[in-house]
């Protein structure tokens, strides 16, 4: 197949996505899902080239480009102490696929790629923005967008509207927002210290909204949440919403992640408890799913290939991901 394709990927902690995608942002087959994400780098690292082994013998892979937790900046190496996969802290994602695809080439006499790699929530926040500008006439209408990554752990990311289509904030150190992991207090049958692993001190946010320590902070893990439990998650990202304080006041929530793909009623409750918390009085945000769900970091990994390429978000059609596309794949 002469087409260039992306070999795009999504790591999190308790799951992994990979798929092939044209540079339309299609998707030829179904992605791969490995479930759980192995706890030993070279055991996912192993489920990679075994993979990248069959892709490149069917399809001409020009690009790879995905994201993974606690990622150190764009370098494409993990922080020391990551949280969620404490097994993989500094190791070079990137430049474990460079190896893999290197030996790969060697078989195959194929070209080599170029690889991207960046946070998962970064490349869930892109996707995710690309999909509202692809709904709606006007960006002034839901820009700024925050978008809330709640799984096993807990991220935001807020995008805002520029000529070139919006642009994803940063923290002073050119990282990515680390608002999972301000210091943070809610309501739950056990409000007593829980460290997340990866700050210096207990009760992050991350402990209060991640599905790791939902069990010893809520008494059930998310699978198995009661009608209380999820009130109580929902007023307590309601009031992380509310209380801390974003680059630009957002517009827009999108709800992204295991935990409000998992439970229907999950947004309402939280749209229903923001008032609640709300200091200033002003126009509270419109709180919604995306469109994309499980796919926004795929979707995102894609349209970052194309950003590099030419500059400049591509169009997405969501029309014919919604039609065609909706649901990849299942939690």
Sequence with gaps: MNEPYVFAFDIGATKTAVAIMDFEGRFPERPIVIEPTPQDYQEAMGRFRIILEGVYSSYDIKFIAG?????????????????????????????SLESIVRDIIRKTHGRYPLIITKSDSYMTAAGASM??????????????????IQGTGTS????????????????????????GHSQFSGTAPRKSDIYCGHCQRPNCAETWLGGKHMKERYGAEPKYATSKMKEEIADNLAKFLAITKWP???????????????????????????????????????????????NAALIGAWAEVKRFLEGVWPKFDLRGYIENQAVLYKN
């Excluded at 900046?73 to 070079?92: T, V």
């Design 67 to 95: 994201g993974a937790p606690a990622m150190n900046g764009s370098s494409g190496e993990f922080i020391q102490n990551p949280s969620n996969l404490p097994l993989w802290g500094g190791k070079s994602l990137k430049g």
């Design 131 to 148: 999909a509202k500008l692809a709904q709606a006439q006007d960006p002034s209408s839901f820009f700024p967008l925050l978008s809330i």
């Design 156 to 179: 935001a990311e807020e995008s805002e509207h520029t000529g070139n289509g919006f642009e994803i904030s940063t923290s002073s150190n050119g990282r990515n927002l680390a608002a």
């Design 248 to 294: 630009y006041e957002p517009r827009t929530v999108l709800l992204l992640g295991g935990i409000p793909n998992r439970w229907e009623e999950y947004t309402e409750l939280v749209t229903r408890y923001f008032p609640h918390h709300q200091r200033n009085g002003g126009q509270a945000p419109k709180i919604e799913q995306s469109a994309l769900r499980n």
